[in-house]
């Protein structure tokens, strides 16, 4: 008796283990759409930090004139 | 803003990489798990750090080839762009290290060999400080520049294949293999190295941009006191 129930325990838990097979990933979290609350945050840094180079490099170019007009004289 | 095609293509591919590397499908791994995605935005660092070092060092033989002074501001500008996706490198891996293999440094001869070769690139900068006179600088540092260069290329690709890294491509394997696996990470991967080596060449100009402009306000201000 006791042989029998601990192979039906071996059993319960290799089932158990093989149906954790599958990989656990945040799929509750995108089922629930809140992926889109992570993608919307990274796209407004990468917009901030590119308008920021985008002003800086406009400002290079200002420089870049000044001196042209500069040198000229 | 002129011949910029480039720079808007950088923000396109790195605004695709955000939304393709967080909502496309990736294979489904133990241990790693969602934290895969971290892929996309490590390892470019360290593709647009090999990149901008390799734009450094070809500037850097072009200036012992001819005496230009340019070509030694371009080289420098360069590697100081470099430098930066280097430590960016370092940084993530060592939050990605934390969570997969249970502590940020776990002395892995990838992280080792990065870690030497970013000291390597800092030691260029220290050396340009330490010398006043331009032109020994540019001789010295453009000599330097290439030893660093030569000495990063083993570090980081050779060295950590020949022994056992946790870094997947590494013990004798050709990188990528496991992902070469799984194609469906190679859409978004390829497109973000290109925006980030674009990126990054992009920073490096604007830097370099100023940099000129001072220099041509050095040699203003030298012509007036003549």
């Known amino acids: ?73 | 803003m002129k011949n910029s095609w480039w720079k808007i293509l950088s923000v396109v591919l790195l605004i695709y990489t955000v939304i393709g590397g967080l909502l496309l499908e990736v294979p489904r791994l133990v241990i790693i798990h969602e934290s895969i995605r971290a892929l996309y935005f490590h390892v470019p660092m360290w593709f647009g750090m090999v990149f901008l070092f390799l734009v450094s060092v070809g500037y850097s033989i072009a200036y012992l080839r001819n005496h230009q002074q340019r070509f030694d501001t371009i080289a420098s500008t360069f590697a100081h762009a470099g430098l930066v996706f280097g430590i960016l490198g370092i940084i993530t891996g060592m939050i990605w290290a934390n969570y997969t293999w249970g502590s940020p440094w776990h002395g892995d001869p990838k992280q080792n060999g990065a870690a030497i070769s970013t000291l390597i690139y800092l030691a260029y900068f220290i050396l340009r400080g330490s010398l006043d006179n331009p032109e020994q600088r540019a001789r010295l540092s453009a000599v330097y520049s290439i030893f660093a260069f030569a000495a990063m290329i083993p570090l980081i690709f050779i060295i950590p294949r020949m022994t056992s890294s946790m870094h997947p491509g590494s013990g004798g394997n050709p990188g990528f293999n496991m992902y070469d696996l799984d194609s469906r990470m190679r859409p978004v991967f390829y497109p973000a190295v290109v925006g980030w080596m674009l990126l990054g060449t992009w920073i490096a100009s604007v830097r370099l941009r100023i940099l000129q402009a001072e220099e041509k306000i050095l040699d203003l201000e030298y012509e007036k006191n003549k």
């Open chain 1, 1 to 73: 008796m006791k042989k029998i129930s601990s192979l039906l325990l071996l059993i319960m838990i290799s089932i158990t283990a093989s149906s954790q097979q599958e990989v656990e990933m945040a799929d509750t979290m995108r089922s629930e759409g809140k992926i889109y609350v992570v993608v919307a945050i990274m796209l407004v840094v990468l917009a901030g930090i590119v308008a920021y180079l985008v002003s800086i490099d406009r400002k290079a170019s200002r420089l870049e004139k000044k001196l042209d007009e500069l040198g000229k004289r």
